[in-house]
Structure formats: C-alpha cells, structure tokens
C-alpha cells in the first residue's frame, strides 16, 4: 500500500537535503545523529543519484540556476520541494521489491513527472521506526531550467516555461497520487485508494506529536520504575485519538442521531451539523474538530450509514437470528470470520496433496517420499473439515460452487480489461490534446500573418509545432472527434476510470484467490476419492 507524501521547504541550504537523505537523523529534532567521537553518522545500504545537474553536485547546480534566472532569492520563497513514495513494508518478501527496483522506480517516476527540474532521488530500505518498508525520497529544485511538454496535472502556461517554477496544487497531488496507485498495479504491488481519503486522517504534524509524546511517556515510565512506582499510562494518545475512540463508543450502541448526540454529550463532546458536515467540540477546545480532519469514518455519510445498520441490526436481533449461509462467500473469509482483523497478509489454508505415485515415477527420494506422506495426511484432515464446515454435501455441489466463482471471475476479469481499455483510450486522447494546446500560440501566430509568404515563413519557423498539431488533428479524425473536451473534464474522467480500475482490480484479486482455493479443496477431494480430474478443466484456475 504505498503512500505519497509532498512537503515544501524555503530552506536555501540545498545541501542540507543531501545531508538529510545520507546521514542518520533524529526524526524528532531533525539534527544529524553523531558517534561517540562527535562525527555524524552516514546512513547505510541507501541508493542515491541525482538528474539535470549536468556532473555538478546537486546544491551547487541548484544555487548556480537560481542565479541565472533569478529566482528563489527572497527569504519566502520555497526553494524545493520534497515528494516520499513509501511502499508496504510486505512488497519485500511478497513481491520481491527491492532497493534498486525502487530506486528504478522513483528515478522513472521523477523523469516522467517532473522534467526539466534538478532532483536528488534517493532510496532508503527502512523507515525511522524501523518497520520494514522501502522508501524514495524525490527532492526537486522549484526552479524548471527546461520547457517541457504541457503534464495533465499543470493549469497554467508558466508550468512548462523555463525559468518558472513548480506548483503543488491540490490537483497535482491527486494526480501524483492516482500514477503512484497506477504504478503499484503495473508492478503488481500493494496499494490503497490514495484519491477517496482513509478511515483515519492522521496528519504529519500530529503523528510526530505522537512519537514525541510516546518517547515523553516512556521516559516518564523509566523513571517511575526507578522509583519502584507502576506506570500510569503506556500508551500516549493525542487529542484527536482520544476523540475517535469516544466517538467510535458512542457510535457501537446508537441506533440513531439523537441516541449519538446524546452519548458524546455524557463524554463531554457535542457534535454539531453545518451544511449537511458534522463537527465535534470537546470541552478542552473553543473551536471545533471537522470531521474531514478526523478521517472519513466520521464524516456525516459514515455516521449515518453505521446508525442505519445498528437500528436494522437491532430489528433483526428481535426478530429472530440470521439463518446460516448455505455457502460462504469464501473459505478463507469462513476461516477468518471469527478472527480480529489484521493487516498482515492472509496465510493459504489449505494446500495441494502430493500425487506421490508420479514423484516417485519421477524419481523422488524416499526422504521426499516420507516427508509427501506426511503432507497428504495433514492436508487430507483440513480439507475434508474445510469441506464439511462448508455446508458441501456432495462433490457436485462443490463443483457446481468452484464454477459459480469461475464465472465471475472471468466477468471481473472483463469488466477489468475493458476499463483499462478505455483508460489507455482516455490518456492516449489526454497526451494528444495536451500536444495541441501546446502548440496553440504557434496557430495563432499563422493566422496572425497577412501575405501568403509571410505564412510560409511563418511555418517553416515553426515546423515542430505544426507537425505535431498536425498529428493531434489527424488523431482526432481517426477518432471521429467532432469537439475537443476540456482538458480539466478529461483529467477528472481520467481519475474517475482509475478509481474504478482500483476498485475492480481489488475484486478480481480477491475472486481469484476465492477460485483457488475452491480448486485446491477439489484437487484435494479428487486424489481422496481416486477420481480422474476432467480433461480441460482446473487448468486455468492455477495460479
């Protein structure tokens, strides 16, 4: 699940972010962690290289065009601009990434998004807390020393100018964050939707009020133990993560909004509605907490939706109990339903048993052989209790379930390609009409010219931008474009199609696990019985 962080900076010392992304840093203070002799300690097992700087070192190139055009003179200016692409601690073991994929990785993503800018990508293999995932720093000069093509994320003509600068725009951020989730996807890593916000919104400024409020806290504890005194608390909380608890409470058992109102307001808490938005006031505040600024959990739709399904739950629970799924929607969901939720990866419940006759025909060992005997019978025990549990009462029934989620599997899988399909469409229309604004002025330039000569001239000035608005036409033809969209409509349909290719790539994961697992446990049940598989089928649903 990788995650994009942007963070700007007026720091002029452009050295100071080399400094950072190769020696060791206390997160807290941000001051260069030294030895025992007083010297700082460089970081290890990092990769590190840096674009646009043509040979020099990154700080000096950076100060030498900052002079040559004259910007990022003034104290409030931002002079850089830092971008983090954190992967999930489980892409290592799952799905071999690496530092120097990464670095791969984070050096194509900085070409492609931000040309014509100096940058310093630098790949580390752990974050500070020590949890596991790779990351890559992008730091970039604010300062473009090249034109570059028009990008769907800029809005204005200085975007692509030399000698303009970089602008984070909120629509810039969604676009980064939707090609970070595209690139996850095409390198078959983990991912979240980084476009519809998360369930807890925790910012920068209150995680590390976190950290330093734990490392607060645990020195506390050091010291009261000294003294032979128990800890009061072991884990700090901010103010935010004692406000989602409460209102999670409250939230369990309410069955409508006056029911929740009135249970914050036991807690001290008073939840206010502006313009269809709930806000939450805390006796300790003048000003309330949004819950945009809480996490989507708590926002007027997700209160609602949970209040709605606590009352039915309550109707139903009154009634009479929910009769038993004749077939679960999937076995590792009937393993795990009773199980808290974690986000480790789901281990395999079941595995294949060893056809032992062909190994050894195969000439397998009698080490292997013993070892494959004990295998058969464990697996032999959990798929015949896997296969009961599950409400199968014949092999058919069992069949007739593995073609069930066979089939929609291969509709998942169809509806998937069809929206990368129109994806790719949408973004070869968005690079063309983005080469044809481009050349816009030069279009103009030409009608602009009086005499026929003048606009051969003309033409022959501007050959490039003429060929390529050319091209864009000839596309359009080919395409039966009548009318050109706009290209902010065509960014957000763009962002909308990968949304959706997110959503549908996750369902077809989670099917295609579904169907292996099912033609696992009838592969099991097959070799039991000494049935003969049929011929053509079982082959695709291997992975």
Request: proline fraction near 4%; include cysteine; hydrophobic fraction near 30%.
């Amino acid at each position: 699940m990788a995650t994009f962080k942007h963070i700007s900076s007026k720091n002029a010392d452009y050295g100071a972010a080399e400094q950072y992304l190769t020696f060791e840093h206390d997160e807290f203070t941000m001051k260069p962690t030294l030895d025992g002799n007083g010297q700082i300690v460089p970081r290890t097992g990092y990769l590190i290289s840096s674009l646009n700087c043509g040979g020099e070192d990154f700080a000096i190139a950076c100060m030498r065009s900052n002079l040559k055009y004259g910007k990022n003179q003034k104290r409030e200016d931002v002079k850089s601009h830092h971008y983090i692409i954190s992967f999930d601690p489980r892409d290592a073991p799952d799905n071999g990434l690496t530092v120097d994929r990464a670095q791969a990785l984070g050096e194509e993503f900085c070409k492609t998004h931000f040309p014509g800018h100096q940058a310093l990508v630098c790949t580390h293999p752990d974050g500070h807390n020590h949890s596991g995932n790779i990351h890559v720093h992008i730091v970039i000069n604010s300062l473009r020393i090249k034109e570059v093509p028009l990008l769907p994320y800029m809005e204005r003509p200085a975007d692509t100018r030399e000698g303009c600068k970089h602008r984070c725009t909120d629509a810039a951020m969604e676009y980064f964050k939707a090609e970070v989730m595209e690139m996850c996807h095409r390198e078959n890593l983990y991912q979240i939707d980084l476009l519809n916000g998360s369930k807890n919104r925790v910012t920068e400024r209150e995680y590390w009020a976190k950290q330093k409020g734990q490392a607060a806290l645990d020195k506390e504890n050091v010291s009261l133990a000294a003294a032979g005194e128990p800890p009061k608390l072991t884990k700090f909380e901010t103010d935010k993560e004692k406000l989602r608890r409460t209102i999670r409470t409250a939230l369990s058992s309410a069955t409508s909004f006056e029911d929740f109102s009135g249970k914050l307001l036991q807690q001290g808490v008073t939840v206010k509605e502006s313009r269809r938005r709930l806000s939450y006031l805390t006796p300790d505040r003048t000003k309330p907490i949004t819950a945009r600024k809480l996490g989507d959990d708590f926002d007027r739709a997700a209160v609602l939706e949970a209040l709605t399904i606590n009352a039915q739950n309550a109707v139903r629970a009154a009634e009479k109990p929910l009769p038993k799924q004749e077939y679960p929607r999937s076995i590792k969901d009937r393993l795990q339903r009773n199980k808290a939720a974690i986000n480790a990866p789901k281990q395999d419940s079941v595995q294949r048993m060893v056809d032992r006759e062909a190994k050894r025909a195969e000439g397998k060992g009698i080490g292997y052989d013993r070892w494959a005997a004990v295998h058969n019978l464990k697996q032999m025990a959990a798929t015949m209790s896997i296969y009961e549990e599950s409400g199968f009462s014949s092999p058919e029934e069992l069949e007739a379930a593995l073609a069930a989620a066979s089939a929609g599997l291969h509709e998942t899988t169809g509806k998937l390609k069809a929206v990368e399909s129109t994806l790719r469409e949408k973004k070869d229309l968005q690079k063309q009409l983005l080469a044809y604004i481009k050349t816009k002025p030069a279009r103009d330039g030409l009608k602009a010219q009086k005499t026929e000569k003048a606009r051969r001239n003309y033409r022959e000035q501007h050959e490039s931008e003429f060929m390529i608005a050319e091209a864009a036409t000839r596309y359009f033809k080919a395409k039966g474009i009548q009318k050109l969209p706009a290209s902010k409509a065509l960014q957000a349909e763009i962002e909308q199609l990968t949304r959706e290719k997110n959503s549908l790539y996750n369902e077809y994961r989670e099917k295609k696990e579904n169907v292996w697992e099912l033609q696992t446990v009838k592969n099991n049940i097959d070799q039991i019985l000494h049935r003969e598989p049929e011929r053509g089928k079982g082959r695709e649903n291997e992975r």
